[in-house]
Structure formats: structure tokens, C-alpha cells
């Protein structure tokens, strides 16, 4: 045979030995791809348990759970994992999917085998099953440590999976969040406040401390002044203001400092003569600020806002939770927050949420913060959360919902308080908040001030007080007279208070034609409500003036001694003692009672308050 001949056959042997080699392998392959996934049917019996187990799959219906004679199949997928898995749920077992003509009558239950990744316990069983629509929610599932399988009990037979919670991995990640939530920053935009020129008309000036906290304006808008105030941190915020400031806009989902104080067992404290609101994370209040009015306002993280912002913080750890345990829980727990927002804005007396008061019994001890406070407000806030949250989740309407809530509720539990380990020890976070309570990090000041009135002895001249001596002057601002300043003014025969504007006029005066041996202004001479006081001694016990500035002039609440006798009234035997937190006067009333005689009389000390419209005993 020609060589080139021999040499073509043999190739084209080799060619098609080749070929079909191939093609049938190629068909072997196919028939094993297509190969029908494990699966088993069984014919239920009347009166008696049925089980179906297939490649390590059980399904057990109890007797009664369907009727005599049906059929019911259990098919485990050995494909790839299902489509759209629930965030935070990893697939550790195959699908099982469980088909039966009709309803359940009766739960029955499913188990697979627990993988190594279970039994070690690097993560945490829960059976994911699907509802009617095909959406995935938990069941309730059962599995003790270091056993080999996890059982699930169902309503209904559809299909479902094994899968794992990784508790660290939750751990770390909301661990860096509240760092991140409690020390950043929400990159809120700098507010607008129209005209800023004319706001400041007549030498009025605005300062504030340094520091991004917070950012501010100050301008005319709608003819009126309005101070707007943004929360640049990503913790709620307390912002305090003088009480005749209105909040306008209502751009601003705060929430009244009080109320919520009352909501959480707590005592209100906000100053007298101010008012307070609870703002977000990159939320700004807007103020309106009567004309000729002057003031400071301060943002902080108070002990209030810290409370709330750790419980919102937990309460959004559980939703995320909530979210991976099916629809139904997830719309319930963002119900949940909206309505806790909601008794949180309530502007009179808030009902407490339920269980948040006795949950919450001590927090109110934790007056002056420090660090230490700090990681006590959370270890309260975490350590509550569940339980807030559960009671509000009480009318979910779907199969074993209490069942469900636990298993949610135990998981958060389990997180925050890990969380809450991994933020004790977190140095940036109680930096940050170390300096509660004066620290000017913390704690940021807007103040809106008016010109200095200074009065001098020739002014005294002019006003027909030549020989007399200046013991000190309170600078205000007046309703009607703008800056002003209140003197006094002593001589050897005569005392005097008057009231000066910033031109030099005398707009009030009180003449006493007799020499008081002590008289001067307090010091401070103004506190937080705006009231001026002044100490003076007619002859023997120090007595207590205050004054209100009014549109007519003062308010005097009869402490102005009298014209004949050159005594007080009513503070007389008084002294005045300053609460250096609320930055409040009270006037504390000393009186002897001089039975049987002044030697050897009582005395009874009464301090008096103000609430807003007069000075009365507490």
C-alpha cells in the first residue's frame, strides 16, 4: 500500500476514535448533569407519624397533620444556593423543598444536618423557609451545642434552607459603626439665613466657640431675625435656648428635652427661662429671635441626647436584624421606631414606651457626665433595646411571630452586648466625650450679644449725682431701651440705681435719701433667665434686689427697698446662691424670728425659684 495512502487512513481513524470518544463522554457528562436531584415521596398513613429522610434531609409530620392516603414529596437541591438570600444569612445546607396537596393541619418539622461551621459554633443555625409569596422568613428552629442536626418547626411545606449567622462578624462591623456614629461627622450643609448685614443692625454681634459640631447663621429672613442651628455630628444633639425664642420652619424632627426626659423616668433640666429640643444627626433647628433680644445658645451631647442616641442606635442594630428575619418583621420593627419617634415628639406629657421606664430604673442617677457616664448610658440603652422593641413588635400576624421575636430579641442581645465591649474599650469614642460637662468640644456656644454700655462718673454727674461712687453696673439689653446698663451708685447721704441706654440717657432711676453701707451688683449680675440683681445693706442684714427688664421698664417682683425706711420688702435677711449647672439665682431667705429675743431667736430659711413669672418658695 502507498505509504501517504497508509498515513491518511490511520489519521483518520485516530480522527474518529477521537471524535467519538468525545461525544460519548460529552453525553455521559450531560446525563449526569441532568440527573434528578435526591428525592423521596411518601404515602401518609392514617393515625401514625410520617418521616421522609433523603441525603440527610428529615421531614416529619406528626399524625392528623394531613389527610390519609396523600402523597408528599421531599426533594433536596444539591444546585447552587438560592437566589436572593436574606442580608446577614449565609447558606450552609442545600434546599429542601417539601410538596404536599393541601394545608397543613398540623406543624410539622424539618431537619438537616448541621455543618462543621455550626457545630463549632463559628456561626448561629436558623432554618430560612418561604411564604406564600415566595419570600424568605425565618421559622422557628431549635438546635442544641455540638449536636449534628438543626430541626425547624413550619406551618406550611415550601421550601427552605439551613442557614448561619456569623454573631462575630455582626459584632465587629456594628462595633466600628457606633465608633464611627458617636465620633463622626454627618457632613450636614452650612444653613442660609437670608440677611445677615441687617441682622446685625444697631452693633449686634453673634460669636461662637471653635469646631465643626456644629455650624450656624444668623441673618433677617421674612422680616424677622432667625438664628439656624445644624448638627453636623452624627449623635442626636441638645440645643438649648432662651424660652422667649420660638422654633419656626418646622424643618426639624426635634423633639422637646423634657418630654423625652419624662419618656425615660427621668428628671427634666432644663434650665428655668429656657427651653431645649433634641435634634439629629444632621438636622438643623431654626430659631426666631425677638427683635432687640440678645441670648446664648448651646448645642451638647447631653446625658438625655446621649440616651437617646445609643437606644436608636440599638433600636437600628435590631431592624437590621428584624430585616433579615422576613418582611413582615421588618415592617414591623420600622413601625416600631417610628412610633417610639413619635412619643419622643409628642410636645406635652409623653407616655412612657412600655417596659422603658423600668428598664431604664438607675439611668437617672447618671447626672454628671464623664466617660465613665458615658459607657453607663449604653450598657442601660443596649441592655433595654430588646425588650423596647418586642413590646412593640406584639401585633405581627404571621405563624409563631413570639416564637420569631425571641430568636430576634436573643441575637440582638447578643450583638450589642458584644458591641458594647468592643465601645468600652474604643478610646476614640469616650475621648470625644470625655469633656462632658465643660469641655468646649462637647459642649459649643452661639452668642448673640448687643453693644457695651459703660457708664463713667461723669455720666453720674450729668445725671445729677456728682459725689456720687460707682459700685458696679450690669450691661442688658432692654426690650425698648436696646443696650443699656444698671448702675449703682452710693454717696455718703444717698443711694441710687438707675438705668442708663447706650446714649447716655437715663431711662429709669430709684433714689433713696439715705447712704446704704454695702451696695453693689451680684456677681454674676445677670443669670440664665435674664433677671438683674444687686446685693445692698441698709444698716444690718444684706438684702436681695431683682429686676426684670420690660417693655415699661422693670419688673421689680417687690424687692425694691422702701423709699422711707430704706429697707426690702420681701428679700430682706436674704442672700442669693447660684446653680452653676442650670446657671440660675435662687433666693435664699434667712429670717430671725426673734423669740424671745434676736439672740436667741430662730432662724428660717426659705429659698425661693423662678418659675417663669415670679420668685416662689420650694
Known amino acids: 500500500m502507498n505509504k501517504a495512502i497508509w498515513l491518511r487512513i490511520t489519521l483518520s481513524g485516530v480522527l474518529l476514535l477521537t471524535l467519538t470518544s468525545a461525544c460519548t463522554r460529552d453525553k455521559r457528562d450531560r446525563k449526569e448533569a441532568a440527573a434528578p436531584a435526591p428525592n423521596i415521596q411518601v404515602t401518609v398513613q392514617p393515625d401514625a407519624p410520617t418521616k421522609l429522610t433523603t441525603d440527610g434531609v428529615t421531614v416529619i409530620l406528626p399524625a392528623g397533620a394531613s389527610k390519609a392516603g396523600t402523597t408528599v414529596k421531599l426533594t433536596v437541591d444539591s444546585g447552587p444556593p438560592p437566589p436572593s438570600v436574606p442580608a446577614g444569612i449565609t447558606v450552609v445546607g442545600r434546599k429542601a423543598t417539601v410538596e404536599l396537596p393541601g394545608r397543613l393541619a398540623k406543624p410539622a418539622t424539618v431537619t438537616f444536618p448541621a455543618p462543621r461551621t455550626i457545630a463549632d459554633g463559628t456561626l448561629r443555625p436558623v432554618v430560612v423557609w418561604q411564604n ?14 455540638g449536636a449534628a442536626t438543626v430541626t425547624a418547626t413550619v406551618d406550611h411545606f415550601s421550601g427552605g434552607f439551613l442557614g ?44 461662637s466657640d471653635q469646631g465643626d459640631r456644629v455650624k450656624w447663621c444668623f441673618g433677617l429672613q421674612d422680616g424677622k431675625r432667625v438664628l439656624k442651628v445644624a448638627n453636623n455630628t452624627r449623635t442626636y444633639q441638645e440645643i438649648t435656648y432662651p424660652a422667649g425664642w420660638k422654633v419656626v420652619g418646622g424643618g426639624s424632627a426635634s423633639f422637646n428635652a423634657d418630654t423625652v426626659a419624662r419618656a425615660f423616668g427621668m428628671a427634666a433640666s432644663t434650665p428655668r427661662g429656657k427651653a431645649s429640643r433634641i435634634i439629629d444627626g444632621g438636622d438643623t433647628l431654626a430659631l426666631s429671635v425677638p427683635a432687640g433680644a440678645t441670648g446664648r445658645v448651646r448645642s451638647e451631647l447631653s446625658t438625655t441626647a446621649w440616651l437617646v442616641s445609643a437606644i436608636w442606635f ?14 413582615a418583621f421588618a415592617a414591623a420593627a420600622k413601625g416600631a421606631l417610628d412610633r417610639f419617634a413619635l412619643v419622643l415628639g409628642m410636645s406635652g406629657e409623653a407616655d412612657p414606651v412600655d417596659g422603658l421606664k423600668e428598664c431604664l430604673k438607675g439611668v437617672s442617677d447618671l447626672t454628671e457626665m464623664t466617660a465613665d457616664t458615658g459607657r453607663e448610658i449604653v450598657k442601660f440603652a443596649f441592655k433595654c433595646v430588646p425588650a423596647i422593641m418586642k413590646s412593640q413588635l406584639d401585633d405581627v400576624q404571621v405563624w409563631a411571630a413570639g416564637t420569631i421575636v425571641s430568636m430576634i430579641g436573643t441575637l440582638v442581645g447578643t450583638i450589642l452586648t458584644g458591641v458594647n465591649l468592643l465601645a468600652s474599650g474604643a478610646r476614640d469614642i469616650w475621648d470625644s466625650i470625655a469633656s462632658f460637662g465643660g469641655g468646649s468640644d462637647v459642649l459649643y456656644d452661639i452668642a448673640i450679644t448687643a453693644p457695651t454700655t459703660k457708664v463713667t462718673g461723669a455720666d453720674l454727674a450729668r445725671a445729677g449725682c456728682p459725689g456720687c461712687r460707682l459700685t458696679g453696673q450690669i450691661p442688658f439689653n432692654h426690650p425698648a431701651w436696646g443696650p443699656s446698663a444698671l448702675v449703682v451708685a452710693l454717696s455718703e447721704e444717698t443711694s441710687d440705681l438707675l438705668a442708663f441706654d447706650s446714649a447716655g440717657k437715663v431711662r429709669w432711676r430709684r433714689h433713696y435719701d439715705r447712704m446704704w453701707y454695702e451696695g ?84 428660717h430659711v426659705q429659698d425661693y425659684h423662678y418659675n417663669g413669672k415670679d420668685y416662689v418658695p420650694r
Request: proline residues 5%; aromatic residues 10%; positive net charge.
Open 314 to 327: 440599638g433600636a437600628e442594630v435590631y431592624k437590621m436584624v428584624a430585616d433579615a428575619a422576613g418582611d
Open 132 to 145: 406564600a409569596t415566595g419570600a424568605w422568613r425565618w421559622t422557628p428552629t431549635t438546635y442544641k451545642a
Open 520 to 603: 453693689a451688683p451680684a456677681r454674676p449680675g445677670t443669670d440664665a433667665t435674664g433677671n438683674l440683681f444687686v446685693n445692698f445693706n441698709p444698716g444690718r442684714y444684706n438684702g436681695v434686689i431683682v429686676l426684670r427688664p420690660v417693655a415699661d421698664g422693670f419688673q421689680d417682683f417687690a424687692t425694691l427697698p422702701d423709699l422711707d425706711s430704706g429697707y426690702a420688702e420681701r428679700f430682706y435677711s436674704a442672700r442669693l446662691v447660684l446653680n452653676k449647672s442650670t446657671n440660675t439665682y435662687k433666693v435664699r431667705s434667712e429670717l430671725n424670728d426673734c423669740e424671745p429675743d434676736c439672740a436667741s431667736g430662730t432662724i
Open 164 to 207: 448561619g449567622i456569623d454573631v462575630q462578624k455582626w459584632i465587629k462591623d456594628r462595633g466600628q459603626a457606633v465608633k464611627n456614629y458617636a465620633t463622626g461627622r454627618s457632613g450636614v450643609s452650612q444653613p442660609s439665613c437670608g440677611d445677615e448685614k441687617a441682622a446685625r443692625a444697631g452693633g449686634l454681634r453673634v460669636s
